[in-house]
């Protein structure tokens, strides 16, 4: 799996992707195309965003005519938002295709993600924070393999009626 910057072409499948996993996000409604392409076209193109994403794909070869020619496949995307430059900080963010999951690509994306911030944007830490709803078995995993930082807090997503605690983490530079 190789890292690539997101392509408009993406974000209608990662739009389908992430409106059947409402329970892990704090965008509480389903998006429409137009707020997708407008989220497209208003951050992840805007360098002076305080987000950064990518696309997680796995090149494919199609033939056609009897010519071959490169393509790949979106294995998933996720970044980095909320970035504070002046405190050297960002939230971690990732989706993986629901169809690739349980596959070490959601541990891959996350290697990944951790490298752009501490190596290349000069982040000193990357926190997330993963509503009990949502896939918290993962993130233990993760946070236990970097032996990152890790707590729960009270009541922070309501979803179907109810609030849910939520595991918080936070990754160092310098941490596995």
């Known amino acids: 799996m190789k890292l690539q910057p997101l392509a408009r072409?993406?974000?209608?499948?990662?739009r389908a992707w992430r409106n059947e996993v409402q329970n892990t996000?704090?965008?509480p409604y389903m998006l429409t195309q137009e707020m997708q392409r407008e989220y497209y076209d208003n951050?992840?193109?805007n360098r002076g965003s305080t987000t950064r994403y990518w696309a997680f794909?796995?090149?494919v070869l199609y033939e056609a005519s009897g010519e071959e020619w490169p393509e790949h496949e979106l294995m998933?995307?996720?970044g980095l938002e909320s970035i504070e430059w002046e405190n050297s900080r960002g939230e971690i963010s990732l989706l993986i295709n629901p169809d690739k999951r349980h596959e070490g690509l959601g541990r891959e994306a996350v290697a990944m993600i951790l490298e752009q911030a501490f190596s290349y944007l000069n982040l000193n830490s990357v926190h997330g924070e993963c509503y009990?709803?949502?896939p918290v078995p993962f993130w233990q995993k993760i946070v236990a393999e970097y032996d990152a930082f890790h707590t729960?807090?009270?009541a922070t997503k309501f979803w179907k009626g109810k609030y849910h605690q939520s595991y918080y983490f936070t990754?160092?530079?310098g941490e596995k």
């Open 25 to 27: 996000l704090r965008t």
């Open 171 to 173: 990754f160092e530079r």
């Open 76 to 78: 998933g995307y996720g």
């Open 152 to 154: 729960w807090l009270p």
């Open 43 to 45: 951050v992840i193109c």
């Open 57 to 59: 794909v796995e090149p």
């Open 9 to 14: 072409l993406d974000m209608e499948t990662i």
């Open 132 to 134: 009990a709803s949502g």
